[in-house]
């Protein structure tokens, strides 16, 4: 039932044109053959299976010694809507925009070019988060803007994406395999992972604020394999931002799988790599 919900979950965020034709799952031949035809079901399931035979040759039966995962909108999501967040704390403070507006707002200031490193999250991004929650609401209050900041500290605003999750990265650790955690994202992140309960899973964490680069650079994914003393071929990153994680994994020589496209839970995961769980 979980990976049925992540899997509408995903195809309900994809736009139009990625949802008719653009999805491609690896080794998934009935969901190939609905977007392109049989003959794009074979080529695709053919060519799954020789890039796996071909990993096995190289690496034995377990295919990558290292999974990189990313965190917000993989191994974890915001509890509710974040234009929702906003303005529920925001209104006694004065903030009277509607969620569609302040949504809006938000995206229109997170897209604008941010300091001349453009890095967003600098130790624990509250220069950034300002600007973001300013832009959003029209609000500057500094106490608003705090209790936004430490409620996205709290395990009330977050929820483990995969509830299995804990069971397949324990599976991961009996197997050999290393782990960490890989994101654009500021301090606070450490503090969420132990509030979660989830730090002790991985290995490793990667934070853009404190390696001074963001995805898709792939200074980033070499930081984290080399926290975790793998190459990087040897690695491969889950993420659900083809840009950020599939392109900037690649970019750095790692395999990379998109969350919701080619892989919907970590036990999927797991499985493709040869552990089982």
């Known amino acids: 039932m979980a990976v049925a ?3 509408a979950a995903a195809a309900a965020r994809l736009p ?3 949802s008719r034709g653009e999805r491609r799952p690896l080794g998934t031949a009935a969901e190939v ?7 794009a079901a074979r080529w695709e399931l053919m060519g799954a299976r020789e890039y796996y035979d071909y990993r096995r040759a190289i690496y034995g039966d377990i295919t990558h010694k290292a999974i990189l995962v990313d965190a917000a909108g993989t191994l974890l999501a915001p509890t509710e809507p974040m234009a929702q967040v906003y303005r529920t704390i925001g209104q ?3 903030v009277d925009y ?3 507006e302040i949504l ?3 995206r229109r200031a997170y897209a604008q070019p941010w300091g001349r490193s453009r890095l967003r999250y600098v130790n624990d991004g509250r220069p950034f988060w300002q600007y973001i929650v300013s832009s959003s609401t029209g609000c500057s209050d500094l106490q608003y803007f705090e209790e936004l900041y430490q409620y996205y500290t709290t395990e009330k605003a977050w929820h ?4 299995d ?3 397949v990265f324990e599976a991961l650790r009996r197997a050999g395999v290393k782990t960490a955690v890989v994101s654009n994202f500021d301090t606070r992140l450490r503090p969420l992972l132990q509030a979660l309960k989830c730090d002790g899973w991985f290995d490793a964490v990667a934070i853009s604020a404190e390696v001074a680069a963001e995805k898709p650079n792939p200074t980033i994914f070499l930081k984290a394999c080399e926290l975790l003393g793998v190459k990087p071929e040897e690695a491969v990153h889950i993420g659900d931002d083809r840009r950020n994680d599939v392109w900037g994994a690649r970019d750095a020589g790692c395999d990379a799988w998109l969350w919701g496209s080619d892989v919907y839970s970590f036990k999927e995961v797991a499985e493709r790599i040869g552990v089982e769980v």
């Open 104 to 106: 809006m707002r938000y």
């Open 33 to 39: 053959a609905t977007t392109a035809g049989p003959g």
């Open 165 to 167: 999750a804990g069971r």
């Open 92 to 94: 006694k403070y004065g």
């Open 160 to 163: 483990l994406c995969d509830p």
């Open 16 to 18: 139009p044109a990625l």
């Open 5 to 7: 919900r992540l899997r």
């Open 98 to 100: 509607s969620e569609d």
